[in-house]
């Protein structure tokens, strides 16, 4: 549809409200949490320290740190009717649809944490924990994996990849997922923090708002675009059709996945760092045939199209290494998000403001009411 004077389809570069949480410097392909610098927090933090700051607004002192890991690890474990009843879903649902209706879930079992307002935190620390153990859940029931054991003692990374691989992950792939974690858990308004945001404008608590958000995260144009990174090298299938394929899709005006970005009109800083990871994980396993490939994807988007690779670009490559299937790629995502939209929903409590906007109509005006009886058929 043709934009009409006064409409900013999709709020494209509107500023729809103040934040002191995430900054992107699009031009320059910046990315801040709070001031700091996602190179820095990649290089030398944990996701923990990151969910501690998007939520506090400054780092963790060593005491703050180790309490708030003792805070995930006792809140991992679900009520036994939300594990019964994740077991009773069909096995061929998608986890992310899963994992929303788990968040949606959760909350009828906690009263106390879903009250709007400053004590929401309680609910954000809740959330962020029972994330992986609904996601793994439900994922080793349908691999036919022993139920998840809670596991006090793993990093939020530790958990979530054993919770996936139902092994202990190695120092590496735990390194690795951590990074991923970090290099998630924010990025402005993005439109599932929007989302997240719009529902918690309302009054509505915190748990409504993050559901809200993981329905949202779920679509191909927003976190599903590294699942669909993976089928695309698997139907390009050799570094040497690359070229060939990638121009084809071009040329029927395919969006080619993991590329373009709304803020960043240079590189994500987030697919720098991954695609470092990509080859790292590519060496460790031996295999550098999806690195390779992306490399050549690279060349050839940016040579006919001027695009620039997003955080999507490399972490389907990296995940699949690790033996993680790619429909388990989103929840991962959610994983760390879910620090995000939860710093923004309490955000937005502090400064209230009912989100809602306007639209332009283009509809008839002053029709007569046809009765039933004479409208025929
Ligand atoms: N492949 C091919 N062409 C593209 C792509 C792409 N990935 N992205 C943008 N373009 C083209 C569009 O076709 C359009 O071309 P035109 O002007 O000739 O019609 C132009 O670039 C502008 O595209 P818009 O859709 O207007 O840009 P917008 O800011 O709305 O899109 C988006 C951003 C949705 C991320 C887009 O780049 C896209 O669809 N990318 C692929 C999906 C993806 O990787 N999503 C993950 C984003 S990061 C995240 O959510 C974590």
């Given at each position: ?19 002191r949480i995430c ?10 949490y709070q001031?700091y ?12 320290e990151v969910a501690y700051l998007l939520w506090y607004g ?66 954000a620390?809740?959330?962020t ?56 858990a924010d ?150 998000r879910v620090a995000g939209w939860t710093a923004h929903?309490l955000e ?30």
């Amino acid at each position: 549809m043709a934009e009409s004077p006064g409409v900013q389809r999709g709020l494209e570069d509107v500023i729809a409200l103040e934040s002191r949480i995430c900054f992107i410097d699009g031009d320059r392909g910046r990315l801040l949490y709070q001031g700091y610098d996602i190179r820095d927090l990649a290089a030398h933090s944990t996701f923990e320290e990151v969910a501690y700051l998007l939520w506090y607004g400054r780092l963790p002192t060593a005491t703050q740190l180790a309490d708030l890991r003792r805070r995930f690890g006792a809140l991992r474990t679900l009520p036994t009717p939300l594990i019964d009843r994740i077991q009773s879903i069909p096995t061929e649902s998608t986890p992310m649809d899963v994992l929303r209706t788990g968040v949606s879930e959760l909350a009828l079992f906690e009263p106390d944490e879903t009250k709007p307002g400053s004590g929401s935190i309680g609910g954000a620390q809740r959330l962020t924990a029972a994330l992986p153990t609904i996601i793994g859940t439900f994922h080793r029931r349908r691999a036919g994996l022993p139920p998840i054991r809670a596991r006090p003692d793993l990093s939020q990374a530790a958990y979530l990849a054993y919770a996936l691989l139902d092994r202990e992950p190695t120092e590496l792939e735990t390194k690795v997922i951590d990074v991923a974690l970090v290099l998630h858990a924010d990025h402005e308004l993005n439109a599932s923090t929007f989302a997240a945001r719009v529902t918690a404008s309302t009054l509505s608590d915190l748990y409504s708002a993050v559901t809200s958000a993981v329905g949202t995260l779920k679509g191909p144009l927003h976190g599903g675009a590294n699942e669909r990174v993976l089928e695309l090298l698997d139907e390009i299938g050799t570094p040497e059709l690359v070229e060939t394929v990638i121009k084809a899709k071009l040329s029927r005006h395919e969006r080619i996945m993991g590329f373009g970005h709304r803020v960043y009109k240079v590189e994500d800083p987030r697919a720098t760092i991954l695609r470092e990871w990509s080859r790292k994980i590519g060496e460790s396993k031996g295999n550098l045939r999806y690195f390779e490939m992306l490399r050549k994807v690279e060349e050839v988007v940016h040579r006919e199209k001027g695009l620039y690779p997003n955080v999507d670009l490399y972490s389907g490559s990296v995940y699949t290494l690790l033996g993680i299937p790619p429909d388990l790629f989103t929840p991962i995502f959610a994983a760390s998000r879910v620090a995000g939209w939860t710093a923004h929903v309490l955000e937005e409590y502090e400064d209230l403001r009912l989100i809602r906007p306007t639209s332009k109509y283009l509809g008839a005006t002053d029709l007569s009411y046809v009765p039933l009886a004479a409208r025929g058929g």
